[in-house]
Nanobody
Framework: QVQLVESGGGLVQPGGSLRLSCAAS????????MGWYRQAPGKEREWVAT???????????NYADSVKGRFTISRDNAKNTVYLQMNSLKPEDTAVYYC???????WGPGTQVTVSS
């Protein structure tokens, strides 16, 4: 049974940084592609970034245009954890952030990110 627990959210000023973590269990983590998504108030959930499965030297990443150059997705297979490093945060990045196992219809509780002065 898949379980995902996101953490690391909080309140940050525009231009600041946060690193989100997502601990996964119930899957063979190292072979699974993982993604980050977000849902802002009154909006639909949207894709943010994806990282393929495998060892760090072989993975590939993709990003939504809105976060490209500011966010970095990474993974630590030894810790069954995927990360999202978010830099140069903007108020429009405010949302609940979720991680997801590609191809698995399961969502964790998410973590709130608020960018405000």
């Amino acid at each position: 049974q898949v379980q995902l627990v996101e953490s690391g959210g909080g309140l940050v000023q525009p231009g600041g940084s946060l690193r989100l973590s997502c601990a996964a269990s119930g899957i063979i983590f190292r072979i699974r592609a993982m993604g980050w998504y977000r849902q802002a108030p009154g909006k639909e959930r949207e894709w943010v970034a994806t990282i393929t499965g495998g060892i760090s030297s072989s993975v590939s990443t993709n990003y939504a245009d809105s976060v490209k150059g500011r966010f970095t997705i990474s993974r630590d297979n030894a810790k069954n954890t995927v990360y999202l490093q978010m830099n140069s945060l903007k108020p429009e990045d405010t949302a609940v952030y979720y991680c997801k196992v590609s191809g698995v219809d399961y969502w964790g509780p998410g973590t709130q990110v608020t960018v405000s002065s």
